[in-house]
Each structure stands twice: as C-alpha cells, then as structure tokens.
C-alpha cells in the first residue's frame, strides 16, 4: 500500500474497501515454492541479468564510438587531447555555432 502523511496502517478504523477481514492480508504473500521452481527461478534470474549486461555492454559500446566519432571532427590544440563526454558536447556546440557565423558571413 502507498504511503499517504503519516504512513501508519492501522489508521481509519480498518473499514475501506471491504478487504480488511481481521488483521491478514489475504493473497499478499504467494504460496512458498518448491525447491524446483526456486531452481528454475534462479536460473531464468540469471539468465535474464546475463542477456541484459550483454545487451548493457553493446549500448555502451555504441555510445562510446558515436562520441569517439564526434571527437575526430572537433579541432583542439594539442590534436590528441582527451576529452571527457561533456566536454566533447560542448566543444561541439560551439564548434557548430562558429561554422554557422561563418556560413553567415
């Protein structure tokens, strides 16, 4: 249940909704579950984290050279210079601000 002010649940006198029958929660807690189906839980569990750090690790890899590919086209002296990601945005927003004065000229 969210929280609302105060946050305690015996607030109200318990008539809301029709639900509140003695002081259990009828269907918040599923049954426990076998030590199979822990198994296979455990086992889609890690499945499902290995294909999302896969997945995580070729985004990040594309983010990577998309910036590396910016910076190519960013003049600074010394030419090699490193740059850290905001820096490398905000070279580039100047610089396309200063090719379009000189359009503009």
Not at 3 to 16: C, F, I, S, T
Not at 34 to 51: D, F, Q
Not at 60 to 88: C, G, H, Q, Y
Request: aromatic residues 4%; hydrophobic residues 30%.
């Amino acid at each position: 249940e969210p929280a609302e002010g105060g946050g305690g649940e015996g607030r109200g006198g318990g008539g809301g909704g029709g639900e509140g029958r003695g002081g259990g929660r009828p269907g918040l807690h599923p049954p426990p579950l076998s030590r199979e189906e822990k198994r296979r839980r455990r086992r889609a569990t890690a499945k499902y984290r290995s294909a999302h750090a896969t997945r995580e690790r070729i985004r990040v890899e594309a983010f990577n050279l998309a910036f590396a590919e910016l910076r190519k086209l960013l003049p600074t002296l010394p030419p090699d210079k490193k740059l850290s990601k905001i820096e490398i945005l905000r070279l580039a927003i100047c610089y396309i601000s200063y090719l379009n004065h000189v359009l503009d000229v």
